[in-house]
């Protein structure tokens, strides 16, 4: 495929350009639709001029229709979109990013978005919808998934869709409730996840830090030890990596403690662990859920889903000691990373 696309840019320099243009247009339409010109725009951080033009285009070759409530795809659309996906992957480098971060990250395995999800919303689901797509290519039948909170791993959720087949999944959350929005709460998150894969939940209604006095007298609630032995023994975690000082913020930590953080660097957190650059620990708040050492099984999936240029020192550093079998990020993480 690569000796085509070379052949393609020296007969038609600008081909690739177009097409990617195109597709991301229609990636976009399919995430967002129905969606008018104007939120195309800003989505592509394109002129409406120029999104006017393409869509005349699109509309002609019947992959885009155009109603009152903005546009959509036709089948048609979807059909293309999804049979250019490996094509445009490969074309746009996305394929040789993934070769070098893994490489540089010492992962097993890394998958590439395009975009930048600190500025296009739209990356964070297609960062979910590549988790979803391996979740379904790698479904098993009874397996429990453990999955933490925040913004990415609400995407994750918006994007799941049924597992297919036989498969019966447990979604559970991997930690308590740190006090953020409601959507972005791991119990939600969870709940969310399995009704969209058709699959079954458990809840667990715990703050997330808590005091000493009160981690004891809960760990021995039975309903806590339940759902902690179901956290446990997940097969699949689903996790996201957090800047430090914004989730310090997020969980409400005393002054003294967010000096620490600051005078120790931290940059990174991730199960309620904080690192700094060089992957040591700077801290970590006490947590009812999974911690760091029960990543280390080898029954156990680990998925990371983390992006935007904003979390690269972050992902970095997590990945200095944490555990992953896959990580899937954006093409701005990624090239941050790799620039160093």
């Not at 097409?19 to 969606?35: D, G, T």
């Not at 001029?49 to 546009?71: A, F, P």
């Not at 209604?205 to 997940?234: C, G, K, N, W």
């Not at 309620?272 to 006490?286: K, S």
Request: net charge negative.
């Amino acid at each position: 495929m690569k000796e085509i696309m070379d052949l393609q840019k020296k007969l038609y320099p600008d081909l690739l350009d177009v097409m990617q243009q195109r597709y991301v247009i229609l990636q976009n339409i399919e995430l967002l639709e129905p969606i008018g010109r104007r939120a195309l725009a800003e989505n592509t951080n394109d002129t409406e001029r120029h999104i006017r033009g393409e869509l005349d285009v699109l509309s002609k070759q019947g992959l885009v229709t155009v109603t009152s409530k903005g546009m959509q795809l036709t089948k048609e659309g979807k059909i293309v979109i999804n049979q250019l996906a490996s094509f445009m992957h490969e074309a746009m480098g996305l394929d040789t990013f993934e070769k070098q971060l893994e490489e540089t990250l010492q992962l097993e395995r890394v998958v590439i978005v395009p975009g930048n999800s600190d500025e296009q919303a739209w990356v964070k689901q297609e960062m979910g919808k590549a988790c979803v797509s391996y979740l379904q290519d790698n479904k098993r039948s009874h397996e429990t998934i453990a999955v933490t909170g925040g913004t990415t791993m609400a995407a994750v959720a918006d994007m799941m869709a049924p597992l297919s087949g036989e498969v019966d999944c447990l979604f559970v959350p991997a930690r308590g409730g740190i006090g953020e929005k409601e959507e972005h709460q791991a119990n939600t998150i969870a709940a969310k996840m399995a009704r969209q894969a058709h699959g079954n939940y458990r809840l667990l209604y715990v703050p997330d830090p808590l005091s000493e006095t009160s981690y004891r007298t809960m760990i021995e609630e039975p309903a806590v030890q339940d759902v902690l032995h179901l956290m446990y023994e997940a097969d699949v975690v689903l996790h996201g990596i957090g800047d430090a000082l914004t989730m310090a913020e997020r969980r409400k930590t005393p002054e003294d403690i967010l000096q620490k953080l600051r005078d120790g660097h931290a940059v990174s957190e991730a199960f309620g662990y904080y690192f700094n650059a060089f992957g040591e620990i700077v801290h970590h708040v006490r947590t009812i859920g999974i911690h760091l050492d029960d990543l280390s099984e080898n029954s156990k999936r680990v998925i990371t889903v983390a992006g935007g240029e904003s979390k690269a020192q972050a992902i970095e550093s997590y990945f200095k000691q944490g555990k992953s079998d896959l990580l899937i990020t954006d093409e701005a993480a990624a090239e941050a990373i790799l620039e160093g």
